[in-house]
């Protein structure tokens, strides 16, 4: 149920000009903008939910990568045999982006652990 506010007072100059908008506004939303001025010196949470620890050896990161990789095939697996018609397709060639990123993945990380297989790039 939402609480009512009461009328504020009109400003002749404030009306004319449309600029301002004249009702308050919710407690709650003045409470985060003071919370937010105050923590000013604060980096944004939001840049810092997900982050990746800059000591970590690339034949981790490689693991990881892959087994997301492959848990995206399993999803899109799924949601091709719910889906029909150019819907499908589209889940399909999602699952195929997958997989070949999957296997360019662990064909880096065999490199990583073998550096004797390594073939020389091929350059087109």
Wanted: proline share 10%.
């Amino acid at each position: 149920m939402k609480k009512p506010y009461p009328k504020p007072l009109e400003n002749p100059i404030l009306s004319a000009s449309g600029d301002v908008d004249p009702t308050p506004r919710p407690k709650t939303s003045q409470c985060a903008v003071g919370a937010r001025r105050r923590a000013a010196k604060l980096s944004n949470p939001m840049n810092q939910i997900f982050t990746v620890i800059p000591d970590i050896d690339t034949p981790t990161l490689l693991a990881h990568a892959s087994e997301s990789l492959a848990s995206l095939n399993v999803m899109t697996t799924g949601l091709a045999d719910q889906l029909e018609g150019s819907h499908r397709n589209v889940a399909l060639a999602i699952k195929q982006l997958a997989v070949l990123a999957e296997m360019l993945i662990n064909r880096a990380l065999e490199n990583l652990e073998s550096p004797d297989s390594v073939v020389k790039p091929i350059c087109h």
